[in-house]
């Protein structure tokens, strides 16, 4: 069974700070690996996708790896602004079954 | 707007009434979710269509909940005799058939989400 963890559970940092969020997932045979981020009350907005055969997606201030054999995934965020302050979730996609795991997500704030 | 929508937003009802919310995917997608989220939690999988075939159910999915996707196109779904314990985030993701997504198979996204809460 695919276990999907986040670490740090919840995290505050002064505005300006690269930061690094963690995921880490027990069964390495994935299909993909999606970061989300997660407003209060809101629905996930899709910020980068790794397919398996990748290392590491860019999307302007966020870069996320991954390394699959060790069942990891990070994800980088430069220059952290106040707007960063939300919660970021990982997700990964089996390669069998459409069932996407979901870790329990990292709360970020960014002060001003 | 091409995202994904979900009604109604929100939903108070009380024990043992039934609820239906429904989900509109982006058009072209193929691929349909549901998840439910409770608080400080990420979601979790409820089921999934590819057009109107619903081809996977969690075991989280009790026989009182039921899901449809007529035509292939908006998805509902729907909670008899709710109780307390299913109030919760019901989250719809849409997806393209990988084969159409050139090294983006299976990106999800996500509607805003349907609040459930049970009195």
């Known amino acids: 069974k695919q276990e999907v963890t986040q670490i740090p559970a919840a995290l505050s940092v002064p505005e300006g700070e690269n930061l690094v969020l963690n995921c880490s997932f027990t069964?390495?045979?994935?299909?993909?690996l999606q970061w989300f981020r997660q407003d209060p009350g809101k629905g996930l907005t899709s910020l980068l996708l790794?397919?398996?055969?990748?290392r590491e997606q860019t999307s302007g201030r966020l870069n996320a790896s991954l390394d699959k054999s060790s069942g990891r995934s990070t994800l980088y965020i430069a220059a952290s602004q106040p707007g960063d302050s939300a919660t970021y979730l990982c997700?990964?996609?089996?390669?069998?079954?459409?069932?996407?795991?979901f870790g329990p997500g990292t709360r970020l704030s960014v002060l001003p | 707007d091409t995202g994904v929508s979900q009604n109604p937003r929100h939903k108070i009802t009380k024990r043992g009434q039934n609820v239906t919310f429904r989900c509109d995917p982006i058009?072209?997608?193929?691929?349909l979710y549901w998840y439910r989220q409770t608080l400080g939690q990420g979601p979790e999988f409820l089921t999934y269509?590819?057009?109107?075939?619903?081809?996977?159910k969690s075991r989280l999915l009790s026989d009182r909940f039921s899901a449809e996707r007529p035509k292939g196109s908006f998805s509902t779904l729907e909670i008899q005799r709710t109780e307390q314990g299913d109030s919760a985030m019901y989250l719809c993701?849409?997806?393209?058939?990988?084969?159409?997504?050139?090294?983006?198979?299976?990106?999800?996204?996500f509607g805003p989400g349907t609040r459930l809460t049970v009195l």
């Open positions: 993701a849409s997806s393209l058939n990988p084969g159409r997504q050139l090294g983006r198979g299976y990106e999800q996204f």
């Open positions: 069964d390495s045979a994935i299909y993909n």
């Open positions: 790794i397919q398996s055969s990748q």
């Open positions: 997700a990964v996609k089996r390669n069998y079954g459409q069932n996407f795991v």
């Open positions: 058009s072209e997608h193929n691929r």
């Open positions: 269509f590819q057009n109107e075939a619903q081809l996977e």
